[in-house]
């Protein structure tokens, strides 16, 4: 099944890679398969992987939910992506395509950790609310997660090796009936350079103050855990009582791996420093190169007098950029503290990694910044947090505006190109999926024939 030429570009940063997103988004955003609702049939069977007709409604609702028409097309589609995910997983198996256990196991314990965060339910809760105990929750969140990891990879595999040129994009764009061009709203042009403050030696001792007193309450007999959802600053704690499960080598920062199997079992350390904080950990278990910890994170906050060091360096580069002395982008490369937009000479980028991004998926405190800027001009330092909930502060570039306006190649080409590209990618999967077919039984309810997947 493919996506109508015309859908293809104005839907394409919604689906971007249809056979993994879609079915990855019921993955990630819905609770684990079997949470909350009762699972009525096997729709699709690829091997031993089966599409449950709920895995199917899920990301059809997701699809509807991101402001997509409904249609019976659109549910063929995303049961094609589904069972084309599968197959995938299943040729993985075949072709002996792996996925570390590290990688999976990190991006469960991450997983768990948001829906433990979003649900605002404790563990008991969404014990009660699943039927199911923690673990048995975590297993099958698991499996998914290896699923979606592998069938990534397999992707990756198919795709990897194909580029487009900018002839084939020009073909592509002029396939496209002009009525039919999508129109986008107001595109800017936005950089930033971060200065992280720098927190003194004074705010980290106080920090390590605090949790030594912590310590000491539990040497004395309070509990950890109760504690932990009291004091600990980290954002699953009020859920988790600070407990990280088990973990194996390389899902923590070096610091905290190397207190992890430093500790003896029930230890509980030294506050410590890691890139997020201060801790205090208990080890609870270790087996093998896998441990089972609980910690206590303390954010060592920077004072006033650290804040106005990081805004004077901002406002003395800011002048320095003002002079010509140096170009914005230049300076983002060499002193920005912001990892995802330095490389990028400081600019925010769309999904597809292009400089225009569009009004409406700005940050929205980026958005309020530029609302009382001119176009050229650069703010003066603005606090902020950063997404590790670091404080900073940052000066903001507001380089360009372009009005709403129908999809063109000179001011779309990244996302023309981006769509064209993926239009490719997808042949090559389906002809992939052509081939691929026959090394493995596939069964579909005849409920969905009118699909013409296998056709």
Known sequence: MKMRL?????????????VVTLAAAHAQEAPPAGAGFVVDKIVAKVDNYIVLKSDLEGAYQNYITSGNPSSEEAKCNILNSLIINKLMVAKAEI?????????????????????L?????????????????????????????????????????????????????????????????????????????????????????????????IR?????????????????????????GGDLGYVGRGAMVPAFEAMAFKLKKGEISQPFESPFGFHIMQLLDRRGNEYHSRHILIFATPSEEDMKVAERYLDSLRHKILKDSIKFDEAAKLYSDDKNTKDRGGFFTDADGGKKVSIKEIDPVVYFAIDTMKVGHISAP?????????????????????????????????????????????KALDKWFLKARGDVFINIDPLYKGCGILN
């Open 6 to 18: 015309q859908e293809r570009i104005s839907k394409f940063i919604l689906t971007s890679s249809l």
């Open 95 to 115: 072709d002996s395509v792996l996925v570390t256990d590290v990688e999976v196991d990190q991006n469960t314990q991450q997983r768990m950790a948001v829906i």
């Open 117 to 213: 965060q979003n649900s605002g339910n404790s563990p008991e809760q969404l014990e009660k609310i699943y039927g199911k105990t923690l673990d048995e929750i975590t297993v099958e969140l698991r499996e998914q997660i290896r699923e979606q990891l592998l069938g990534r990879e397999m992707q990756n595999r198919i795709t990897k090796d194909i580029t487009i040129t900018p002839s084939e994009i020009k073909r592509f764009f002029n396939r496209i009936p002009e009525d039919s061009l999508p129109f986008y709203s107001s595109d800017v042009e936005v950089a930033q350079i971060v200065k992280t403050a720098k927190i003194s030696n004074a705010q980290k001792e106080e920090a390590k103050r605090r949790l030594s007193e």
């Open 216 to 240: 000491d309450r539990v040497l004395k007999g309070e509990d950890f855990g109760e504690l932990a959802v009291k004091y600990s600053e980290e954002p699953a704690a009020q859920q988790s």
């Open 382 to 426: 603005i606090k902020y947090r950063t997404d590790d909930q670091k404080d900073a502060s940052r000066i903001i570039y507001f380089k360009t505006k372009l009005a709403p306006h129908q999809a063109n190649l000179v001011d779309d080409w990244h996302r023309i190109q981006a769509a064209a590209l993926a239009e490719k990618k997808d």
